[in-house]
């Protein structure tokens, strides 16, 4: 069972290129988030699912979109890449949306946009 | 002024020390409160949730101040395993949107 799976793990591209990072849950677990992890930042919320058909913009959305036609995938696209959204980005999971669940991560996906 | 707040170390301590971390948050109106930890170029995983009445799980105790804003974590007899980055975590409110990281304490236990 692997829970959360991201892809691609590591990934180079070019500014203004599109770029779609997938995320996949076994669980069925019914929120599902993407964050961003830079350094001196943390980690910051780009966006969210409550459920499938169901997004909600976070901290950080601009220049990303998000779709969730199916409980168990979470796909994040990056239109027009930026050497700003170099990062490592993490898929993450959460049976409720609030209150003291669990989240559980993927295990990253490394992006470099040249 | 961030939202949550950690000395981000690195703390660089022998085996078997105790080591205390703290984290600030300035919105009183957070609810929930996690320490994750982060090895590194690893994905965050749970370290245990701070109850406010504090809690322990084997080495590791925390508590919340919400007088203060404030939790803390604390090890004990730390172990070479136990080097990593620690992540405070607070749940603003009862929204997802909400879920703030620290930016993360760096640890590192020396033999």
């Known amino acids: 069972d692997a829970g959360i799976t991201q892809s691609p793990r590591y990934k180079i591209t070019e500014t203004g290129r599109q770029v779609t990072l997938m995320c996949h849950q076994t669980?069925?677990?019914?929120?599902m988030f993407w964050y961003r992890q830079d350094l001196g930042h943390g980690l910051r919320l780009i966006y969210y699912?409550?459920?499938?058909?169901?997004?909600d913009k976070g901290e950080v959305p601009d220049g990303y979109v998000v779709s969730r036609s199916k409980t168990e995938n979470f796909p994040l696209t990056l239109e027009s890449a930026t050497r700003s959204q170099t990062s490592v980005y993490f898929c993450?999971?959460?049976?409720?949306?609030?209150?003291?669940?669990?989240?559980?991560f993927g295990e990253g996906s490394r992006l470099t946009v040249l | 002024r961030k939202e949550v707040e950690q000395d981000p170390g690195p703390f660089n301590v022998p085996e078997g020390a105790t080591v205390a971390f703290n984290c600030t948050y300035s919105?009183?109106?957070?609810?929930?409160f996690f320490w994750y930890r982060q090895d590194c170029r690893k994905e965050p995983k749970l370290l245990m949730s701070v109850y406010s009445s504090g809690n322990e799980d084997g080495r590791f105790t925390a508590q919340l101040n919400r007088a203060s804003q404030y939790i803390s974590l604390l090890i004990r007899d730390s172990k070479l395993s136990d080097s990593a980055t620690y992540l405070c975590?607070?749940?603003?409110?009862?929204?997802?949107?909400?879920?703030?990281f620290g930016s993360g304490t760096r640890l590192s236990i020396r033999p």
């Open positions: 699912s409550a459920a499938a058909d169901i997004t």
């Open positions: 993450a999971t959460r049976t409720s949306g609030a209150g003291t669940g669990e989240l559980f």
């Open positions: 919105n009183s109106a957070s609810q929930s």
């Open positions: 669980w069925s677990h019914s929120y």
């Open positions: 975590v607070v749940n603003q409110y009862s929204s997802a949107s909400k879920i703030i």
